[in-house]
């Protein structure tokens, strides 16, 4: 079984420019979150969905980042534009309801460089 | 906020246990401890978790004080592997489904 699917791996931009990040989860998981990690910090959660419903966009900053999860599957996770200090490493995860531990299946990652 | 302190670093010599401590004072009654790690360049990876009963899995045991104030995860013979960033977690159920809040973590080291 594939796992958590992330494209790109590595994204360098200049300050200004958008980004877009793509996510496709491990098939028949409901619930989809996108976190971000800077250097040496744990992750911290932008935004989780239950199939294609926002339900905690709480620590999104919505004046520039944007996501979106149309069909309940894969999502898009968009910075417009960026600035020097979203540069981190941006993390999608997926999870089902029925899981025992409910525990989340992290994908490897997307690190961005805002020069 | 992250409700656990870890250690930031620890060492262990492979083939020896590692013992990771955490406190969790202020954990509420419904809350559970998870633990996760992460290896350099990868996304996080689900270990294992409990509530209030020692818990044991394929890949590490955890011991939660009976108070449930505090809770050890143990690696009973660690490898160069292991080597990773663990992170103890109180994970908080709310709005339909959980929210796991990840605090620093402890770096292991396991050394040849």
């Known amino acids: 079984e594939a796992g958590v699917v992330q494209s790109p791996r590595y994204k360098i931009i200049e300050k200004k420019q958008p980004v877009a990040f793509w996510c496709n989860p491990i098939?028949?998981?409901?619930?989809l979150y996108w976190y971000l990690q800077n250097l040496g910090q744990g992750p911290e959660l932008l935004i989780r969905?239950?199939?294609?419903?926002?339900?905690?966009d709480s620590q999104l900053p919505k004046d520039r980042f944007s996501a979106e999860r149309l069909k309940g599957v894969d999502s898009t996770l968009k910075i417009q534009p960026a600035e020097l200090g979203d540069s981190a490493v941006y993390l999608c995860?997926?999870?089902?309801?029925?899981?025992?531990?409910?525990?989340?299946?992290f994908g490897p990652g997307t690190r961005l460089t805002v020069l | 906020d992250a409700k656990t302190t870890q250690p930031t670093s620890m060492d262990c010599a492979e083939g020896r246990a590692a013992n990771l401590p955490c406190n969790h004072s202020?954990?509420?009654?419904?809350?559970?401890v998870y633990w996760y790690r992460q290896i350099h360049s990868q996304g996080p990876q689900y270990i294992i978790h409990?509530?209030?009963n020692n818990e044991t899995n394929e890949m590490a045991s955890l011991i939660i004080t009976e108070d449930r104030k505090s809770s050890t995860l143990i690696l009973p013979h660690a490898t160069l592997r292991d080597t990773a960033v663990y992170y103890c977690?109180?994970?908080?159920?709310?709005?339909?489904?959980?929210?796991?809040?990840f605090g620093q973590g402890t770096e292991l080291s396991v050394k040849p």
């Open positions: 995860a997926s999870s089902s309801r029925t899981s025992a531990h409910n525990e989340q299946f």
């Open positions: 098939s028949g998981h409901n619930t």
């Open positions: 969905y239950e199939n294609e419903e926002a339900v905690d």
């Open positions: 202020t954990i509420s009654g419904n809350e559970y």
């Open positions: 409990g509530l209030k």
């Open positions: 977690i109180v994970f908080m159920v709310y709005n339909q489904g959980g929210k796991l809040i």
